[in-house]
């Protein structure tokens, strides 16, 4: 047993409004750069679509994430033996084109241009070559399914989905949509760390967030591609990679990240996980369809005396026990089966988890009123009628299973009905429990997921231990030294080459 | 005068400058280590040129200095001409390689708008060294037969007196002028590589087939 500690997340998509507020915060902080500029360590997709960049769940292209060959867990980009081949050039990096070429406006041309019959335009400029462009894609193109023949119809999860479903998902009348805010995972088997030629990328001991230190980076974009959900990034100007660090100075002093402080919608949760390292390599080899119980096994219980005494053999303080005792992510992921990670199929256990989107209700309406139900079958009915097939949330976090998705989205339903009938009163409270209770679950659990989804307060949300992690350091070695070290704050200035 | 300069100054010059500023550098810059990828704004030719650039060159360098270390060998080996022919067509057709690729990346620098803006003056100084260098080994491989033969007898011995720090120039005086450029170009090469992106060839990741998949950094521990 080797339990570490792990800053983990849940994302709710139900309350997700797409807001795009969380994306802002985080260019505005982080990526506002030279080389950055195209960079979203957040960024907020529609779903069905494409997501950026272009298609990123096509694996069959990108080579992203683990697979079992050989009874051996190996990165499907390369295997060891044939991984200096691809050095000089690297087959399945996407490129430029596959997320956007940055562009800004040339506003000064609104003041200073010259006396003319017609109103002066601002001409798109591109922020790598400063020339004039056709704005052909940027981040976001597809929002809101803009442009869905092009884009929602290249969802590579559709594939999951018959002909007629996806006939029926396309056209205009029944068309459904979620939003999915996607973040780096920081997983517990990082495919990116695995795959960095140089070694610069590490996973912190103490928390679990993934960084890449910029001066042993040697862009060799291996990281690029060998992360599934392409959340680590090329910097065209410096050369080196760049990947969200989850905001971690704020972090270590107890603050939820900028993304996560700004969200509108609140739908995001920060807690510790505790897991076990030992176990990681034998959960990534279980087949696809074990991998949800495979990867929740991995979390284990903070209550259980031998993990907090294997936890504080490694060191992890008794501020983050108690923080893992009350976690918020702990209680939706394992307490609960609500959350669930996005494409565990790609095997790098990450730490950030949806709560599926339930989409809008679609009880039976009679005159115009809509009919409340009056029976279990017809509370969990609207599974099955939904516009959004099950097989596509399965295929999205399932790893193809329907089980996990279903049992997660008839709780939530089974919630809302038993709300419905202690709130409201329309609805009999025994056809209500009934549904509580096949959906494995009762009235204390129902009113616990209640309150935290929705009268969830600052702290209810984000239960972050401070890490005092800069005390620690200054025992041990010059702080300054230590901070370059972290891939963060060294003081020089980030330009390319000598 | 002018030979000492050349073929003794010179290359002790380049050669300990490469040396103490790749190591500065290594230790002070250490962020200015990069193979400066442009993959990322250009892949497509990037393939043609890199690729077939780095294979052939690959090939042709370990050549030569297989030859600096084991001369004697290339001799022996020498001995049929049959085995003579296949060496030196092996390492004409790879210089060959080398030359398109090394063309392809100096096109590529000059006609990809993006490309473009991540070049600086030094990239293209190196690319048109490097071209130069490809280009009058393969002069010479031709017009002079055969280059695995002299080179074990005269360039190889040169080469060592100058690590041996008894340097005797006196041993290539009887080569032709095209070949003592490609000397002067080869040592421009070396003097380059610190200053250039040259340096990601200091710090090729063979240390990948030897580390543990998971990198895991405490803060208390240290690297485990």
Known sequence: ?498 | MLTNFLFVGFPYVALVLAIVVSILRFTWRPFSYSSLSSQFLESESLFWGSGLWHWGILWVLSGHLFAFFLPEAILAWNARPLRLYLLEITGLSMALLALVGVVALLVRRFTDRRVKVVTSPLDLVLLVVLLYQVASGIDVAIRYRWGSAWFSTNAAPYLWSLIKLAPRPELIAPLPWMVKLHFLSGFTVILLLPFTRLVHFLVVPIWYYWRRPQVVIWNRKGLR
């Open chain 1, 1 to 498: 047993m080797d339990i570490r500690s792990q800053v983990a997340m849940v994302f709710h998509l139900d309350k997700c409004i797409g807001c795009h507020t969380c994306s802002i915060a985080c260019k505005n902080v982080w990526t506002d750069r030279k080389g950055a500029d195209y960079m979203w360590w957040n960024n907020v997709e529609t779903k069905p679509g494409t997501g950026y960049p272009t298609q990123w769940e096509n694996q069959e292209e990108y080579k992203g994430g683990w697979v079992v060959k050989d009874g051996k867990l190996q990165l499907r980009l390369t295997s060891k033996g044939k991984f200096l081949q691809k050095i000089f050039h690297q087959p399945s990096l996407p490129t430029m084109d596959e997320y956007y070429e940055p562009w800004t406006y040339r506003y000064e041309d609104l003041f200073n241009g010259p006396e003319q019959d017609d109103q002066p335009t601002a001409i798109p400029v591109s922020k790598v070559t400063g020339q004039y462009i056709d704005i052909e894609a940027g981040p976001n193109w597809d929002d809101d399914l803009g442009g869905s023949p092009l884009y929602a119809r290249n969802d590579v999860n559709l594939s999951a989905l018959s002909e007629e479903q996806r006939l029926q998902l396309l056209s205009i009348e029944t068309l459904v949509m979620f939003y999915l805010p996607r973040i780096c995972n920081h997983c517990a088997n990082p495919a990116c760390v695995a795959a960095c030629p140089s070694g610069a990328i590490y996973k912190r001991g103490e928390d679990g967030i993934v960084l890449i230190n910029q001066n042993v980076c040697r862009g060799w974009r291996y990281c690029v591609s060998a992360c599934p959900y392409k959340k680590v990034f090329y910097n065209w100007s410096t050369g080196k990679s760049e990947k969200c660090l989850l905001c971690y100075p704020r972090v270590e002093t107890g603050q939820a990240p900028a993304c996560f402080h700004s969200c509108v919608g609140r739908i995001r949760y920060m807690g510790v996980l505790l897991y076990d390292a030992d176990k990681i390599e034998a959960a990534g080899l279980r087949p696809d369809a074990e991998l949800v119980t495979a990867h929740r096994d991995l979390l284990v219980d903070p209550n259980d005396p031998a993990v907090i005494e294997s936890a504080r053999k490694n060191g992890v303080s008794e501020q983050v026990l108690k923080a893992a005792r009350q976690s918020p992510v702990y209680r939706f992921v394992k307490d609960w089966g609500l959350a669930l990670a996005p494409h565990p199929e790609y095997r790098t256990f990450p730490s950030l988890f949806y709560v599926p989107a339930l989409g809008p209700v679609t009880y039976s309406v009679e005159d115009g009123v809509a009919l409340n139900p009056t029976s279990t079958e017809e509370i969990f009915a609207p599974l099955d009628q939904a516009r959004l097939p099950m097989s596509y949330l399965a295929s999205l976090f399932g790893a193809g299973q329907e089980a996990p998705v279903r049992y997660a989205m008839k709780k939530m339903l089974a919630i809302r009905t038993w709300k419905r009938a202690t709130e409201v009163g329309d609805v009999d409270l025994k056809v209500a429990l009934a549904g509580l209770r096949e959906a494995d679950c009762d009235p204390e659990q129902a009113e616990a997921i209640y309150r935290l989804t929705s009268l969830c307060g600052f702290e209810d949300r984000f239960v972050i231990p401070a890490s005092h992690r800069e005390q620690a350091v200054e025992v041990l070695t010059n702080p300054l030294e230590r901070k370059g070290a972290a891939g963060f704050g060294f003081r020089e200035a980030p330009q390319r080459g000598f």
